[in-house]
């Protein structure tokens, strides 16, 4: 079975700019939640997808947002990109239910420059 | 406000011997816990999890302890392997709530062979 994956691995931007991250869950998982995980810092939740719907989203402003596609998967989209976004995005899946159920890709390192 | 806590950045112990990861929380509504367990360029993977009705959950080498009065868990390895060096989150969620993890900042422990 196929895990989470993540695309691309690296990205690097410069202020300003916006950056695309891309999700694909395991096959048959319909729910998407993407975490933040900046220097120092643990993972800090910014958004949960199940069945094409915004669930629910973190404390984070409106220039992150997301969706996600009737094959359930997921974009994480970055407007106006900003220094302090540097940071390792993850991606993680589930049937849906509870967290301990989710299944983490390796991450989308984003570099702003 | 950091409401799941993990004051203990590192943690080096010989092999064979007892590793003891601690995290403190403080949000009453938490209802329950999770440990995960990340290796560099790796998603985090699920260790094990405690709800709030138990005040200790094992599986194999690894136990959890809750004390809920004191908001703190526990994770003991015993007995501790070079392969369990990694890096070592809490996280925490409220069953009544929407699944959205909280998760401490991690503790890197080094197991010395």
């Known amino acids: 079975e196929a895990g989470v994956t993540q695309s691309p691995t690296h990205l690097i931007k410069t202020r300003g700019q916006q950056a695309t991250l891309r999700c694909s869950p395991i096959?048959?998982?319909?729910?998407v939640y993407w975490y933040q995980q900046a220097l120092g810092l643990g993972l800090q939740f910014l958004l949960w997808?199940?069945?094409?719907?915004?669930?629910n989203r973190g404390n984070f402003p409106p220039r992150f947002s997301g969706r996600q596609f009737p094959n359930y998967s997921s974009e994480l989209n970055v407007n106006a990109l900003e220094l302090e976004d540097s940071a390792l995005y993850l991606c993680a899946s589930s049937l849906g239910g509870p967290p301990m159920a989710q299944h983490f890709g390796d991450g989308t390192r984003l570099s702003i420059l | 406000d950091q409401q799941v806590k993990q004051n203990s950045p590192s943690l080096s112990v010989q092999e064979g011997r007892i590793s003891i990861l601690n995290c403190d929380y403080t949000?009453?509504?938490?209802?329950?816990f999770l440990w995960y367990k990340k290796y560099p360029a790796e998603g985090p993977t699920f260790l094990i999890s405690i709800s709030s009705i138990k005040d200790k959950n094992e599986d194999g080498r690894f136990t959890v302890f809750l004390n809920k009065s004191a908001k703190h868990l526990s994770l003991h390895i015993v007995p501790s392997q070079p392969g369990d060096s990694a890096v070592y989150f809490c996280?925490?969620?409220?069953?009544?709530?929407?699944?959205?993890?909280?998760f401490g900042k991690g503790t890197k422990l080094s197991v010395i062979p």
């Open positions: 997808y199940d069945e094409g719907e915004e669930r």
């Open positions: 949000n009453s509504m938490f209802d329950y």
């Open positions: 096959s048959g998982h319909t729910s």
């Open positions: 996280a925490a969620y409220s069953g009544a709530g929407s699944y959205q993890l909280t």
